[in-house]
């Protein structure tokens, strides 16, 4: 499997950005996906993620209310919707896919900046 982010950027506190990850390879085999973030000097956390079988989504408590997580099967593409950013939104956003045996898979990263 292999996942392409992009969306990221320079934006306003307050401001919006969509973050997308394309997927390609053997996505049959996926079972779930979400969105990481890993800010300078911080621990890589899981931000929001989604079920592919259920559709469940879950969220940090520090993102509920405004990020959402979706897909578009058609495309085989997974977005990450952040509105209200704040400057602590700050990081490196990394996309993530585990398949049904347990593997991961990371994209390259897309930087995020909010500035204050």
């Known amino acids: 499997v292999q996942l392409v982010e992009s969306g990221g950027g320079l934006v306003q506190a307050g401001g919006s950005l969509r973050l997308s990850c394309a997927a390609s390879?053997?996505?049959?085999?996926?079972?779930?996906m979400g969105w990481y973030r890993q800010a300078p000097g911080k621990q890589r956390e899981l931000v929001a993620g989604?079920?592919?079988?259920?559709?469940?989504?879950d969220y940090a408590d520090s993102v509920k209310g405004r990020f959402t997580i979706s897909r578009d099967n058609a495309k085989n593409t997974m977005y990450l919707q952040m509105n209200s950013l704040k400057p602590e939104d700050t990081a490196v956003y990394y996309c993530?896919?585990?398949?049904?045996?347990?593997?991961?898979?990371w994209g390259q990263g897309t930087q995020v900046t909010v500035s204050s």
């Open positions: 993530f896919n585990r398949d049904n045996a347990g593997y991961g898979y």
């Open positions: 390879g053997s996505i049959f085999s996926i079972y779930a």
């Open positions: 989604i079920t592919v079988g259920s559709g469940r989504t």
